[in-house]
């Protein structure tokens, strides 16, 4: 039940306090980041596209812990929207720690899309996070020791056939993670490379196709299991806490890339 403090030991102490902001928090890996924010004695703003799931979210975190209470809130950001995302910073201020987990729908088949469509899968994933970092550096919001998280997968480094646009995407985001870092600095920018996740992602699916497909990421891994969002959170929270590391893509993946 209680959560870290000042007194707590150093490894526990770094976010007490701090404002983390987790875009994509109202479910997965960013509402596990939330949880574990929080649970760090961080203060925490949890945001998606829809009220409805932030409101949810909110209530749900609530519940699992109520000494949260006075430490969270949400704030909706439609990721698609450059005017969402300059009123959201707008009104969140000044703060310590973005992370970014927002996704909409994979794109998986590359030679059926259109040009559109395969344009469109940049808005959520990649700039959302960048004009988010850029608006709120050209603003002042980032405190001292401030943060940016971003959000790719294994797909970087191993396309999958038909999901050509979605690796050029996630390869975008890991090329200007270094970028971003250079442009930022001392502002530290880094990214997590998830592999399969069992998360809300996969809920397009039928209840069978997903679990066959959580079944498959388990065997296709050295750990033989598939990752449960909280323990990909931990990557994103070690991000945060540690601040020797910058421009960094780290891969939390099972060891699905040697298997
Ligand atoms: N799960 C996996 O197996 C896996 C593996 C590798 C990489 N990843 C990547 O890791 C990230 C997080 O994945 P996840 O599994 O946690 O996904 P998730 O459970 O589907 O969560 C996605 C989040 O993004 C939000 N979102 C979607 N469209 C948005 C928009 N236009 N504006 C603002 N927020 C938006 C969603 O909320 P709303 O719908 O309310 O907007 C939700 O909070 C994604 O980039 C995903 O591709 C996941």
Redesign the pocket.
């Known amino acids: 039940m209680s959560i870290a403090t000042a007194q707590s030991a150093p490894s526990l102490r770094h976010l007490v306090g701090k404002l983390v902001v987790v ?9 596990s980041v939330a949880q574990g924010s929080l649970e760090h004695g961080a203060k925490v703003i949890i ?4 009220q409805a ?2 409101d949810a979210a909110v209530t749900k975190l609530l519940k699992t812990n109520p000494l949260f209470a006075g430490s969270i809130s949400g704030l909706t ?4 929207d450059v005017k969402s995302i300059e009123a959201f910073w707008d009104k969140v201020g000044k703060f310590d720690h973005l992370v970014w ?4 729908p ?1 794109l998986t088949n590359f030679m059926e899309e259109d040009l559109d469509t395969q344009k469109g899968i940049f ?3 990649f700039w ?1 996070p960048v004009l988010s970092a850029k608006y709120a550096y050209k603003k002042g919001l980032f405190n001292p020791g401030a943060s940016v998280t971003m ?5 970087v480094r191993k396309p999958s056939k038909g999901w050509a646009m979605t690796a050029a995407v996630a390869g975008a985001v890991e090329s200007i993670t270094r970028g971003l870092a250079v442009e930022l600095a001392p502002i530290r920018v880094n990214t997590v ?10 809920d397009g699916m039928t209840a069978e196709a997903k679990a066959g497909l959580m079944t498959f ?1 388990g065997e296709h891994s050295l750990v033989k299991r598939t990752a449960q ?1 909280e323990e990909v959170a931990e990557s994103y929270l070690y991000l945060m806490k540690c601040r020797n590391v910058t421009g960094q893509t780290i891969d939390v993946e099972g060891g699905a890339l040697l298997a």
């Open positions: 875009v994509g928090g109202t479910s997965g890996i960013g509402y945001s998606s596209s829809s799931k932030v950001l439609n990721a698609k987990t927002a996704g909409d994979l808005d959520v994933r959302g959000s790719v997968g294994t797909v490379a998830p592999g399969g996740v069992e998360t809300e992602l996969w990421f969002p």
